[in-house]
């Protein structure tokens, strides 16, 4: 259930704190107070489109705060909120935030995580489920009518199962389509898949060549002054006269001179021995290195000819050489596919036909268990129209169900398409709904599925926009004492100008209008029962005593 709303800057509203209650919470107000704002906040916190003329005149910032417990909803919320990297929920607290400014700056989160519009408008699609006044229309659409039917039969399992069927089908049709092409362009593809695996396979690259070949290269440019470099070093070591291992011996027979007077320092004879030792290592290396230093230019055109050819099969393959060698294997499967077409074709058609005795089943039993569901939602729609003023309708869904699979018709939700018929007086035929002309008549038929569904919708919070326009007398009561009975599954907010609806709230709120230092600000209350008869009163016309006493009845029924 929604918990709590916070509004901040929103048209008439500076700062509003909204504590909702379970079960059924009814809000009025006069014309005008800003009772549609509240409509427009959820929206908003849901993942609707920010309209920025809304944002409060004198402010930069306007922002609005859903505070939902999660303690009894059955969707996958932690799976969900998981897979997208948000923070769980403490104490099944679901806190949604959106903020957006005049120079275009929009900002949304999940329990103090930043997220995306459309992660608040997959979570708002679990949450809350509105209808405002032209919603009702909704229902004139076939997909919205299989919708209904699917919901109250609990057919969306098998309605998935379809779904994923059709999928899998598209993906293999498109698999299929890849390999039907025209001869020539057949053989143009051939040829270029042919040279593009040739042409990377026949340079037999190593992931790692790259940088032990700009090693060498870099050798090989430069062998000459190595060469001369390494020749300079071997003279300094032991060649001229005054190098470094002449030096040495030199000071070692001063050394020895030394151990012959004072025994002590022959240490230091071992540690010269050791120091000439290491002189001679670096001589042999050196000259080891020497050695192999190739001024060949051969070796360097091979060199250049080998960098040359990594970097145009970059060039044409990708960033690196792992890139390129992954696009030769890809090349080679898809070369592979293409020479044998016409087995992968078989193959491919083999799946098709397979899939489509799949698809027969599976779209065979949810036909057959929609038909079983029809006669019973029939019934049940038609008790709650005769609640709400429709003593004799009759209401009637009819279904059609393709014979054959076509794939260019072929949908996710099934071979059926519906009708949802109506007869709203006796004697008169049933016609489709989309024929019925009364708005009032149309929002009534909404009411009652929606009441019929309360118990497998899902959906924690309802919310009822004005819906109850255009009806009155009697059935107004009627209409109030049914969204009492969803209140009894759902929480359910109702905006509302009919007192007997109103009265059927366990929770009521006010919307009015204030001038605070020269601003019209909206604020929004919870009536005490005092407070709702007077309210009551109001909406029946005035404060007489005739009017109040026909609110305390309202209110007595309860």
């Known amino acids: 259930m929604l918990t709590t709303l916070r509004i901040k800057n929103l048209a008439l509203v ?34 609707q489109r920010a309209d920025r003329t809304l944002i ?70 679990w949450l809350v489920d509105m209808h405002g006044p032209h919603d009702h229309q909704s229902l004139l659409h076939p997909a919205k009518q299989l919708a209904i039917l699917d919901a109250f039969g609990e057919l969306e399992n098998l309605r998935s199962e379809f779904a994923a069927l059709v999928e899998r089908r598209a993906a293999l049709e498109a698999e299929k389509a890849s390999l039907i092409v025209d001869e020539k362009t057949y053989a143009q593809q051939l040829d270029i898949l042919r040279f593009q695996v040739r042409e990377i396979f026949a340079a037999k690259l190593q992931g790692d060549e790259e940088a032990e070949l700009q090693q060498s290269h870099a050798r090989a440019c430069n062998a000459a002054k190595l060469v001369e470099l390494s020749q300079t070093a071997l003279a300094q070591l032991s060649e001229d006269e005054n190098s470094l291992l002449v030096q040495a011996g ?9 151990q012959r007077i004072d025994p002590a320092i022959a240490c230091l004879l071992s540690m010269h021995e050791q120091a000439v030792a290491a002189i001679r290592d670096v001589q042999t290396d050196l000259s080891h290195y020497a050695d192999r230093l190739d001024l060949n230019p051969e070796r360097l055109g091979e060199l250049d ?61 949810l036909s057959s268990a929609r038909k079983k569901f029809i006669p019973k939602l029939n019934k049940a729609a038609v008790k709650q129209l005769n609640d709400l003023g429709f ?57 009652a599925l929606k009441t019929a ?21 009697q059935t107004a009561t009627v209409v109030g004492e049914k969204m009492r009975q969803i209140a009894g599954q759902h929480q359910v907010l109702c905006i509302t100008h009919l007192p007997a609806v ?13 001038i605070c230092d020269g601003r019209t600000v909206s604020k929004i209350v919870l009536l005490e029962k005092s407070d709702r008869v007077t309210e009551l009163a109001r909406m029946f016309g005035g404060q007489s005593e005739v009017a109040r006493q026909h609110a305390k009845a309202l209110l007595g029924k309860k």
């Open 250 to 258: 030199r000071l070692g027979r001063t050394i020895q001179e030394l």
């Open 56 to 125: 409060r005149a004198g402010s930069d910032l306007c922002s609005v705060e859903a505070v939902f417990d999660t303690g009894k909803m059955r969707a996958p919320l932690k799976s969900f909120l998981q897979d997208n990297g948000l923070d769980l929920c403490e104490e099944n607290q679901l806190v949604l935030k959106r903020s957006f400014s005049a120079n275009g700056t929009n900002r949304q989160f999940v329990n103090g995580s930043p997220t995306t519009l459309n992660v608040l408008g997959n979570l708002g699609e």
């Open 14 to 47: 500076t700062d509003l704190t909204l504590e909702l209650q379970e079960g059924f919470n009814a809000i009025t107000g006069e014309t005008g107070a800003g009772k549609s704002i509240i409509i427009g906040a959820l929206n908003l916190v849901l993942g």
């Open 305 to 365: 000819e080998r960098l040359n050819l990594v970097q145009s099969l970059k060039r044409k393959y990708g960033h690196t050489l792992e890139d390129v060698i992954a696009f030769g294997a890809e090349a080679q499967t898809k070369l592979q596919v293409l020479e044998q077409r016409d087995a992968e074709l078989t193959r491919l058609n083999a799946a098709l036909n397979k899939l489509d005795s799949e698809l027969r089943k599976a779209g065979q039993e």
């Open 502 to 514: 109103a009265a059927c709230a366990s929770a009521h709120y006010l919307v009015s209008k204030e």
């Open 391 to 447: 003593n004799q309708c009759h209401f009637d869904i009819s279904i059609q169900t393709a014979s054959e699979i076509s794939t260019a018709t072929l949908l996710t939700s099934g071979f059926d398409t519906i009708e949802f018929q109506f007869a709203p007086n006796v004697g008169e035929p049933a016609r489709p709904l989309r024929a019925i002309a009364s708005s009032g008549e149309m929002s009534r038929v909404m009411l």
């Open 453 to 473: 569904l309360a118990l497998q919708d899902e959906i924690p919070v309802l919310v009822f926009d004005e819906i109850d326009a255009n009806v009155g007398g």
